[in-house]
């Protein structure tokens, strides 16, 4: 059974509330960030505090540690104190594959996520998504814009090549892939606009960094329950003309072959999956 990633949200490390806090919240996975979100002067500290709060009990949610990078004098600390105790270390603006050797070394037990964020990630995605340590990729599309001197646009047109190429590369190597975050949280038609977006892209979910935004992208991110029931069909039908000698079956006016079958087999596994997690 696949764990969902629906809803992936940014907790920073010295913020201890909101780290309690984060053991109700219907997110899907935590990122627990030692890196932007925490001040040069509080990350000793913070990687302290993140260690004693990673001992709670945070149910079913991945909790996953977004380590400062090891050119920075936190980095090597960072990746050494979260070698276990963690579902996952996330490494910041990795730019090729060999930006996760080293993290590995330090880090021999626990995967890799990666921070896709760099005009170079972008385009040496399908190297970091091929390195065997990994098993999940986040888009960081503020610092991408950032580095394209990009535009905000509602549409993400100035996005769409470099989260293709991620894409892409998630599929191609079997790795997670999140979207990047939603900066207005208060908007909640243009956060569900985006998430429908990379729904529809193919993203596994999306990056929030506001306990509000969860409710519209777990919704978003889930089997809807027509979705639901039309895989079930789906799977009757095609199982009933197999039985019949056909390779083939129609459901509501639409040949069914094997290929959407396996797409059914999917979409009632994840509806499973979040019904798991929902208790």
Not at 50 to 55: E, I, T, Y
Not at 73 to 101: I, Q
Not at 155 to 179: K, S, T, Y
Not at 213 to 229: D, G, M, T
Request: hydrophobic share 50%; net charge negative.
């Amino acid at each position: 059974m696949t764990r969902p990633y629906r809803s992936v949200l940014y907790i920073p490390a010295a913020n201890p509330r909101a780290m309690e806090k984060a053991q109700s919240l219907a997110a899907d996975a935590i990122i627990f960030d030692l890196e932007d979100a925490v001040a040069p002067a509080e990350k000793v500290a913070a990687r302290e505090l993140l260690a004693r709060a990673l001992q709670a009990d945070y149910g079913g949610r991945a909790r996953i540690v977004r380590i400062n990078g090891l050119d920075t004098e936190w980095g090597e600390g960072d990746a050494r104190a979260f070698a276990s105790g963690a579902d996952a270390v996330l490494v910041p603006k990795v730019s090729r594959g060999a930006d996760l050797d080293r993290v590995a070394a330090l880090v021999p037990d626990t995967p890799l996520w990666a921070m896709m964020e760099t005009a170079e990630g972008m385009l040496n995605a399908a190297e970091i998504a091929a390195h065997p340590r990994l098993r999940g990729m986040v888009m960081g599309t503020n610092d991408l814009a950032k580095e394209l001197n990009s535009r905000f646009r509602a549409d993400r047109l100035p996005m769409m090549a470099g989260l293709g190429l991620c894409l892409l590369a998630a599929r191609a190597h079997g790795r997670v892939i999140v979207d990047g975050v939603f900066n207005a949280f208060k908007d909640e038609d243009g956060l569900r606009a985006e998430c429908e977006q990379g729904r529809d892209m193919g993203f596994d979910g999306k990056t929030l960094i506001h306990p509000a935004q969860l409710a519209i992208a777990n919704e978003v991110f889930a089997p809807s329950a027509s979705e639901v029931e039309l895989a079930r069909r789906q799977i009757e039908a095609f199982d009933a003309a197999t039985a019949q000698g056909k390779g083939v079956a129609v459901v509501d006016g639409r040949i069914v072959e094997n290929l959407h079958v396996e797409t059914a087999r999917a979409t009632l596994a994840k509806a499973t999956a979040i019904a798991e997690l929902a208790g």
